[in-house]
């Protein structure tokens, strides 16, 4: 079992920044990946990044070049930095860690960015 709690969201205005972490309990020993998604009213979770042992990490197209996924070597912690922030950015951001018996999910926390 993964247990997962996500914090830093809040309200910001447009172009400026957030910091999301994760941090992870339990069986960390297991986790192989970690990301994050989002989902906005009426729409589906989308992946925003994800970093995966011994491989690089991905973004989607439109948080390229604003958004940084990092963590910690022990896989405790991951972390979502989110710069140059847009209204369409306006979401639940939820935390994620797969393992291979299944994907863990937080509870996920609100970014709202006001125009």
């Known amino acids: 079992q993964v247990q997962l709690v996500e914090s830093g969201g809040g309200l910001v205005q447009a172009g400026g920044s957030l910091r999301l972490s994760c941090a992870a309990s339990?069986?960390?020993?297991?986790?192989?990946?970690m990301g994050w998604y989002r989902q906005a009213p009426g729409k589906q979770r989308e992946l925003v990044a994800s970093?995966?042992?011994?491989?690089?990490?991905n973004y989607a197209d439109a948080v390229k070049g604003r958004f940084t996924i990092s963590r910690d070597n022990t896989w405790h912690t991951v972390h979502l930095q989110m710069d140059s922030l847009k209204p369409e950015d306006t979401a639940v951001y939820y935390c994620?860690?797969?393992?291979?018996?299944?994907?863990?999910w937080g509870q996920g926390t609100q970014v709202t960015v006001s125009s």
């Open positions: 994620s860690a797969g393992t291979s018996m299944r994907t863990y």
């Open positions: 970093t995966r042992r011994g491989s690089t990490t």
């Open positions: 339990g069986s960390t020993f297991s986790i192989y990946a």
